[in-house]
């Protein structure tokens, strides 16, 4: 009787673990705030000065009317087909959609970190994915 408990109890222990594990790596996207006052004082402008001109740069370009003269600077970074090769990945690897691209917007005043959307994806990022971003810091900043 007293070695079924112990069983369970593992059993319990190693579901919470895996639970843990999967949910590390989440579709939704991570917003911070560095400059707390955006919360409620919005910017009135945006500069955006890619060196990069890639499609999903250009895109970004349709979507709003950046001020060359502004001090708050957006940046676009993004990467796809990445491999991890670590064994700590191992189990979320194995067990669920491990993300292999990611997408990142941020807001800098010169080298002030103002606001950042980062997220995870299992496909090659998209101009919708690029839309759904600019557009959640359009609600957020501007």
Known sequence: MHLKSIDLK???ALLILFALLLSG???DAQINFYDKSL????LNCLNFNSSSKGELE?????LYKFDNSCKNTLNISY?????CKSSYNAPIKA???FPNSYLT????RGFKLLYSYYIDLNHKPTKSDVKEAFSRLKDDIL
């Open 25 to 27: 790596c989440g579709s």
């Open 39 to 42: 919360k409620s004082k919005k």
């Open 105 to 108: 917007l941020e807001v800098k």
């Open 58 to 62: 250009e895109y970004l370009k349709t």
């Open 95 to 97: 067990t669920s959609n």
């Open 10 to 12: 593992g059993f319990k």
């Open 79 to 83: 990467k796809s087909d990445i491999v």
